[in-house]
């Protein structure tokens, strides 16, 4: 990434977190509060309501929840953000001179850095309750969490474009992450469910990263070759979405 271009990425990333919440009464502060309420709402229902919830061990079903919901996070809110980067900055990609994949990593970023500093904040808050934390596992966790960032930018370059093209994409995007959710291992521990339907749901590339950071943080041992098989379907998707950049690079301009 050359100078000119670096300059217009630390802008364009400063204006994204800058404008993001402008205005509003709280401003930056929804970007914690409304995951954290998300939290409580889940930990209330699934914790007290519904008696078939997760069995957790000796983890408090919270801190279970939370290490779970913020690498999924990280995930869903830069893939939801960055499927419009494109068609939102259309003005600016046909006056500034910069490759345009650079306006859907501005989002990407942004997206992992508050994302990142409401999982530290969690990780801060349960360590100071005494739950059963370890920092030991603190590199491990930070391997997984780059393998969920991998595929927060594939899948935020590949719906970016794809959105250029199809107007609904966007659409879809917030349907089918509500879909995968559940079927991620945030809410249950996989280990408890029938072989079967287990088997079935690590092959979402999502399942292994969010366990590995939680296993991690828990001091036990993450699945290796499970996070391997997630960072492989990732540089997979990546290179499809760089190779789908360079196909329609010359048509993009038109259809914005």
């Not at 893939?79 to 345009?100: F, M, Q, S, W």
């Not at 501005?106 to 934390?133: H, K």
């Not at 996989?190 to 079967?196: C, Q, T």
């Not at 292994?208 to 997979?236: C, F, H, I, K, Y």
């Amino acid at each position: 990434m050359g100078p000119v271009v670096s300059a217009v990425f630390r802008e364009l990333l400063r204006r994204e977190l800058e404008e993001r919440y402008r205005g509003s009464v709280l401003g930056t502060a929804w970007l914690l509060l409304l995951p954290v309420l998300q939290l409580a709402v889940l930990a209330w229902v699934f914790g007290h309501l519904l008696p078939a919830r997760a069995q957790t061990g000796d983890l408090p079903f919270v801190a279970f929840l939370a290490l779970g919901m913020w690498p999924w996070n990280l995930f869903a809110n830069a893939a939801n953000r960055g499927v419009t980067a494109l068609t939102d900055n259309a003005a600016l990609i046909g006056k500034v001179t910069v490759p345009h994949r650079l306006y859907v990593d501005v989002r990407v970023v942004a997206c992992a850095l508050v994302d990142l500093a409401g999982l530290a904040l969690v990780l801060a808050v349960l360590l100071a309750f005494g739950v059963g934390i370890t920092l030991a596992g603190l590199p491990a966790a930070l391997a997984a969490l780059a393998v969920i960032g991998v595929l927060a930018l594939a899948a935020a370059r590949l719906l970016a474009v794809l959105q250029v093209f199809l107007r609904d994409i966007a659409a879809v995007t917030g349907q089918v992450l509500t879909l995968g959710f559940f079927l991620t291992p945030i809410l249950y521990d996989r280990s408890l469910l029938p072989a079967a339907a287990a088997f079935w749901l690590g092959l979402n590339p999502m399942a292994a990263p969010v366990e590995a950071v939680r296993r991690a943080l828990t001091g036990q041992a993450p699945d290796w070759l499970a996070l391997g098989g997630s960072l492989a379907v990732a540089l997979a998707l990546l290179w499809l979405a760089n190779e789908l950049f360079r196909r329609a690079r010359s048509h993009l301009e038109d259809f914005l």
